[in-house]
């Protein structure tokens, strides 16, 4: 048997890095406290505004930027790893890039995942001021002996990225999705559905952490691989945690032999591939 306690931080970030920073810092102190070795935040960490637009693209900085090197020290004095949603900076300056960062309890980088499918939907357009990330990568870290996968929000509707994360070589033993699940007729279904339906069709752990109201849904969650709701938030800020069991995930397997089952693989689409828009 192999754990790994992880605790999910849901708020509502604000166009303030410097405080939002301190929010993860009070969070990551809460879950060490509570005994996880892992904490993971929304979409959008670093900075948020309802709407995506020029400021946005001013506030992202670099991966050695101060953010992202406050939640190094953050990681290393309260030594709980973290998974943080941060607006990088992009290639050119019309764009930036939503990137996961994976932080080890020691304070190093270990994995990095920029947002593959943009939320171009329901009214929104992010592929204005978003650059995608390389549909290739393929974000797998280890952590206390497990193996984590990391995806973000709207990728969640595309069934084959949770797929590729938790099958083969990537193997991954739970699946962190950071959101920023807008508000919306129906949306609270949506993100519950989903999630479930992604962890009982890989047998996989999933946790999704969501921000708080007045734009998100919050509904935080931890689903083990049969679909169960270990732990949940509503729609205020607040904290979960769970334990991600090896020996659980092998007893679901046995009864349920779906990936070792299925008769087709996941192939990422090139360019030839794309029909315009």
């Known amino acids: 048997m192999t754990t790994l306690t992880i605790a999910a931080a849901q708020f509502a970030p604000v166009d303030d890095p410097a405080a939002n920073l301190e929010t ?3 969070a990551a102190e809460d879950a060490a406290a509570r005994g996880a070795q892992l904490l993971v935040t929304p979409e959008y960490t670093s900075y948020f505004t309802p709407e995506i637009d020029d400021r946005f693209v001013a506030s992202a900085q ?3 930027g101060s953010f992202v090197t406050g939640l190094r020290r953050i990681a290393r004095s309260t030594g709980v790893a973290l998974v943080v949603g941060v607006a990088e900076a992009g290639s050119d300056a019309e764009r930036f890039r939503n990137t996961l960062v994976a932080i080890d309890a020691d304070g190093s980088l270990v994995s990095t995942y920029r947002k593959v499918h943009l939320y171009d939907a329901f009214g929104a357009r992010e592929s204005d001021r978003i650059e995608a990330g390389d549909p290739e990568q393929l974000p797998v870290f280890e952590l206390g002996g497990l193996r984590v996968g990391l995806e973000t929000c709207y990728d969640l509707r595309f069934p084959e990225v949770t797929r590729r994360l938790a099958a083969d070589a990537a193997a991954a033993d739970v699946v962190l999705v950071p959101a920023e699940w807008v508000r919306g007729p129906g949306k609270e279904h949506h993100w519950r559905t989903l999630l479930t339906a992604r962890a009982i069709e890989n047998t996989v752990w999933v946790v999704g952490v969501g921000q708080a109201p007045p734009i998100g849904i919050g509904g935080s969650v931890a689903l083990d691989p049969s679909g169960v709701a270990l732990a949940a938030l509503g729609s205020a800020p ?8 090896t020996d659980v995930t092998a007893e679901v397997r046995r009864t ?6 299925r008769r087709y693989d996941v192939r990422v689409r090139g360019a030839a591939d794309v029909t315009p828009g």
Do not use: I, K, M, Q
Not at 256 to 261: A, E, I, R
């Open 24 to 26: 993860v810092r009070a």
């Open 62 to 64: 670099p991966l050695d």
């Open 238 to 245: 607040g904290l979960l945690l769970t334990t991600v069991d």
């Open 256 to 261: 349920n032999p779906s990936l070792s089952l």
